[in-house]
């Protein structure tokens, strides 16, 4: 016996018009194969190029998902009926306010969009009406604002306070050569105004703060995650929940890099996903563990992605939902998240209801708290001092705690490698009677070296402040930075 098939509105036009298909199948898999061979075109709307039910496809057998039943292997009868039910639109139109006519010039510009049933010309306005902030222009605002910007997005903000150096250049691909040493928002400008003069720049020079957020996030309608440090993320994230902004998720580091939308009614927030940070130091800034250049170009393109589909109400967003991505093997993986009814900012009963202290939540204090709170300060040495002791022939033992890849672009002469995740293991290589300086990039790493060497006796210690970067500044500047 035949089972029935419920074909949605937007997939009739693939049957014939019909909205009811009977078909003879044992399981789910049997029902999709005899469909699209009576219907192919049904194929490229069901299926990847892979021959994998697309994901945003949801196959029920009466009221149950086949996610939770024996996916494609459920079996089927007569009496069952089987839904198809594509995602069409993922959620309300998110800019509210009179859309603008497009101009001439703009119909001309955008018609590869216009001759798109899912943007059109009143899709093409909406983003002309559009106001998203961008937080950071670096690795991931660089591409999220190039092809926002190229998109139409009608007026782009942005949140930077930094200069362009040349080690941006290898992933930040919205500045030149010629841009290093200017600031980043006026560089970002001009270059996004180069791209689309229709659209309104506008730049916000400042470190976001719990002071200024609110501010500078309520006139814009999407906000688009592009920091690189925990407590501006909690910020942004928090600030978005309290103004039912969209959060626009991105991160990245080496090859690894994820994504999500949050802060969207009934839907997750980034507190949901990681309630606490991680405590200070314990995972590397980008600046120390390093990234893939392409990689924020790959996460900033979803991240426009997802503000363009928001703005449009089209299609279904990551929300509830994290895309993890490894460049290394080229794989993307999802992973499901649920709102937290508990979360301190957007569950039933939020006790987060005004911005806090992020570097206190994140465990940043003040170099005269944090000096105050941990006694003794750790001894340290400058450069310079360095540079003397060296001159007078002091037997001084150098420690680089970096990796062995950072060894081979500078170091300073005499000094021997351990990384600092094989310190403790290694002490032994170390004399605890002469006099010991440790160095790192920054002087981050160095001083935990100098923390578990102090524990494992070593009183003559010293860390390099600034680190290795320091050195090449006022002492050796022939050598590379990195």
Known sequence: MATRILIPTPLRPFTGGHDTVELDGATIDDLLKALI???GDLRRHLYSDEGKLRSFVNIYVNDE????LQREATPVGAKDTVSIVPSVAGGSTIVEREAPELTREEVGRYSRHLIMPEVGVDGQRKLKA???LCVGAGGLGSPATMYLAAAGVGTLGIVDFDTVDASNLHRQVIYATSDVGRRKLQASGERLQSINPNVNVVE????????????????YDIVIDGTDNFQTRYLVNDACVLLKKPNVYGSIFRFD???AVFAMPGGPCYRCLYPEPPPPGLVPS??????????????GLIQATEAIKLILGAGQPLVGRLLLYDALTMKFRELKLRRDAECPVCGDQPTIKELIDYDAFCGITPPQQQKAASGPALPEITVEELKAKFDRGEPVQLLDVREPNEFQICRIEGSKLIPLGQVAARAS???PSRELIVHCKMGGRSAKAVAQLQERGFSNIYNLKGGILAWIDRIDPSQPKY
């Open 429 to 431: 290589e170390l004399d």
């Open 37 to 39: 061979a009576r219907h």
């Open 257 to 259: 890099g994820q994504a």
């Open 130 to 132: 559009a106001r998203v």
């Open 286 to 299: 980008c600046a120390e563990g390093g990234v893939l250049g392409v990689l924020p170009g790959i996460i």
């Open 204 to 219: 916000h020079e400042a470190a976001l703060t719990s002071k200024n957020a609110l501010d500078i996030l309520r006139g």
């Open 65 to 68: 998902d086949i996610r939770h």
